[in-house]
């Protein structure tokens, strides 16, 4: 299902190339100034060609708060938590509320004046704000995940954006059914890697799920985040995870760092090329970004461990000719599920003979308790005790009568002896 408003994409585009000009930033605002990655990650050169109109992005967090101005862009919502409220901005999870006003804001804050402000990767994309408390304190995490995926597609969006880690490669298996179905559905998923400084030393589940856009960071130099970022075969590309500024539930602005940063700066970039090119399905969506990423320095060739295809490219991703591909390039849940939940084979396989009839074999032999070693059992007395009673009788008379013919032969010889004269 086509999750992009076509005309309204075609319209923006249209604005853009007919000289209908973005207000530039104000030169002397200090927030604008310290958004490094739009400069850096070709986000301003994108804009001449889109900011983002027509695509909604779903940010699973905490919660956007109502407030900022910055968060205009938010045009629905909901709480899957039993905590928040029913539109998903009253900001859930205790001591990190104000996480998923922060991710909001790099993917798509519109400013607060014109030039000025602190403004998103794709400032003119809608936003969603899907509050879950990853403490699974009324609803376990896994129900969560699987509410907030379903309502986010369900209810329009093109891009889901996902900070969030359980620190575990595998994932429960209701997961399964839930990407499957954002998936199906032609929506790109984006994840953060997660970040050693928190303990995580490799990436876990979403990030470990085949299909997902897994983000890894890096520092402002883009070299990979020793704090900030973490490592693993799935990841698919970088975008910077320090000295990132977040609007604050309550407006307030603060400088942080986090792979859950780098994650809705590549939502952000998502959108733009949704916008950009409403006629790509996912696929190509995520092959875009992942084959106009730039070598990080250091990095080896193919998937790094550390930067994935490499650092991100808003403006390669939106105008780079890109050769169309068929299947998700980072990889196939269904062919995952198929192999490792051990789904049945289809066609179920048929026998190529007919079975073959066999004879039942006879009864066994009845079981005998075993008895003392030192006692006869019938088959002693049988084979060895009668047999050896016999011979030693047989024998015996043998000697007996050998004894008696001896004795009788004595006796006869010494009848025959003559008698000695007496005198």
Known sequence: ????????????????????????????????????????????????????????IAVIDTGIGRNPVEFAGVVDGTDVSGLGSPDGRSPVGGGNGNHGSWVSSLAAARGTTPGRGMIGVAPEAELMSISIDIEGTVVPVKDQIVQAIHWAVDHGAGVINMSLTTNTLEWDPSWDEAFSYAFAHDVVIVVAAGNRGSGTTRVGA?????????????????????????????????????RLIGVSADGTLVQWNGTSGAAPIVAGIAALVRSAHPDLD????????????????????????????????AAGAVNAQVSAVTANPMGDLAEWIRLYRRADTVPVPQPSSAPVEIEALPPADAVTEAGSPLLPSADTLRFGTLPLTAATVAAIMVMLGLTAAARRIRLARESRTPSSPST
């Open 1 to 56: 299902m086509r999750r992009i408003i076509a005309a309204t994409a075609a319209l923006a585009l249209t604005a853009v190339l007919s000289g209908a000009a973005v207000v530039a930033d104000d030169p002397t605002d200090p927030v604008r100034a310290g958004e490094y990655w739009l400069d850096q990650y070709g986000i301003r050169e994108a804009w001449n060609t889109t900011r983002g109109a027509g695509v909604r």
């Open 206 to 242: 979403p990030a470990t799920i085949p299909g997902v856009l897994t983000v890894g960071g890096v520092d402002p130099d883009g070299v990979a985040s020793v704090g900030a970022s973490t490592q693993g075969i799935t990841i698919g590309v970088s975008a910077p995870s320090e």
């Open 282 to 313: 996912a696929n190509n969506v995520l092959n875009r970004i992942i084959r106009t990423a730039k070598p990080a320095p250091g990095a080896g060739s193919g998937q790094d461990l550390l930067y994935g295809y490499g650092l991100v490219d």
